[in-house]
């Protein structure tokens, strides 16, 4: 489970049961899937996503080193990291609390939570391997956006 700021690492085993019990008790249970570079960690989340969006803000530009980061707001509940060598770091903004995942041995990054946005898990859209059933519905905290890359999208554009 990985409710609350306190969260336990499945071992494997554990995982894998634990995806047994939900399939077994879930007649939907389809689940995307993705890892990190290094492939230390894998994750799983719940279909269909609650949105997925390109956020602008210079936090997200700062920690993945990108003009821009595609999220994926996932249900936490039912999400799932296997991590069997504890490769798992997070980073806490001093500012705000937030944290964001990312792995200790390769450098991806790959998580975001936040007290704003409570019971979701968000997810680095670039580190799926499975096809997520959603595309990028508009750009967040546009205000921020570079001027060196072009958007020739007809998304909705948010500041905020
Ligand atoms: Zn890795
Ligand atoms: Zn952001």
């Not at 700021?5 to 689940?31: E, V, Y």
């Not at 792995?103 to 704003?116: D, K, M, Q």
Request: overall charge positive.
């Amino acid at each position: 489970m990985l409710r609350g700021g306190k969260r336990q690492d499945l071992t494997p085993s554990q995982a894998q049961n634990r995806r047994m019990t939900d399939a077994a008790a879930d007649t939907s249970p389809a689940t995307a899937s993705g890892r990190c570079l290094c492939g230390a960690i894998h994750f799983h989340v719940p279909l269909p996503p609650k949105w997925v969006a390109h956020c602008h803000c210079t936090r997200c530009q700062r920690a993945h080193g990108a003009p821009v980061v595609t999220w994926l707001g996932a249900h936490e509940s039912g999400s799932t990291i296997d991590d069997p060598q504890g490769a798992l770091r997070w980073y806490v903004a001093p500012e705000t609390g937030a944290e964001r995942g990312f792995c200790g041995t390769c450098g991806s990054p790959l998580f975001f939570r936040s007290a704003r946005w409570p019971g979701e898990l968000h997810v680095a859209r670039m580190q799926f391997t499975d096809d997520v059933g959603r595309a990028p519905q508009a750009h967040v905290n546009w205000d921020t956006h570079v001027d060196w890359l072009a958007f020739n999208d007809e998304l909705p554009k948010k500041s905020g």
